[in-house]
């Protein structure tokens, strides 16, 4: 993000990973073994939302995943 100069991309970017590096998913560190794919699926659903023009309900669905990992 920093190559591209968009100085609010890049922000946004770091802010997402930091929440990332504090997510026990991130580290693998999880109560069950298919949290991997279950990550997957979160954002699997995010992408076909936004093809689906459907804003607000890739919106939820990036929160629930943000929130809940």
């Not at 990332?20 to 699997?44: C, F, K, Q, V, W």
Request: charged content about 25%.
């Amino acid at each position: 993000m920093e190559i591209s100069g968009n100085r609010l991309a890049e922000n946004i970017a770091k802010h997402l990973y930091t929440r990332a590096l504090e997510s026990s998913r991130h580290h693998g560190i999880t109560t069950t073994l298919d949290m991997a794919a279950l990550t997957l699926n979160e954002h699997a659903l995010v992408v076909d939302m936004i093809v689906k023009g459907d804003a607000r309900f890739a919106e939820k669905a990036m929160y629930d995943h943000i929130h809940e990992s």
